[in-house]
Nanobody
Framework: QVQLAQSGGGSVQPGGSLRLSCVAS????????MGWYRQAPGKQRELVAI???????NYSDSVKGRFTISRDNAKNAVYLQMNSLKPEDTAIYYC???????????????WGQGTQVTVSS
């Protein structure tokens, strides 16, 4: 069982910044990726940013250049620095962890509880 604890959400004015954190605990094997997703009202959940082990980082085009994802492998943590926030960034943000038990095993992913990010004036 893996648990993801999120923190760092809140309300901010357009152009402001927020930093989200996510720390994983429990029985963790080989982490394939850690990432952030978001879901806005009336929209389906979408990928925001992800770090894939030994491959690199991917961002949604809508946040590229404004958001930065980082990962602390020793602490099994992932962070999302959000700068130049826009009202369109308003959503519930979810942390995700994908780990593999070993070769030949399917992906095993877990989700954080979600945290609200609101950008408005």
């Amino acid at each position: 069982q893996v648990q993801l604890a999120q923190s760092g959400g809140g309300s901010v004015q357009p152009g402001g910044s927020l930093r989200l954190s996510c720390v994983a605990s429990g029985i963790i094997y080989n982490i394939y990726s850690m990432g952030w997703y978001r879901q806005a009202p009336g929209k389906q959940r979408e990928l925001v940013a992800i770090v894939i082990t030994d491959e690199g980082t991917n961002y949604s085009d809508s946040v590229k250049g404004r958001f930065t994802i980082s990962r602390d492998n020793a602490k099994n943590a992932v962070y999302l620095q959000m700068n130049s926030l826009k009202p369109e960034d308003t959503a519930i943000y979810y942390c995700n962890l994908d780990h593999r038990l070993g070769a030949g095993f399917p992906p095993d992913d877990y989700w954080g509880q979600g945290t609200q990010v609101t950008v408005s004036s």
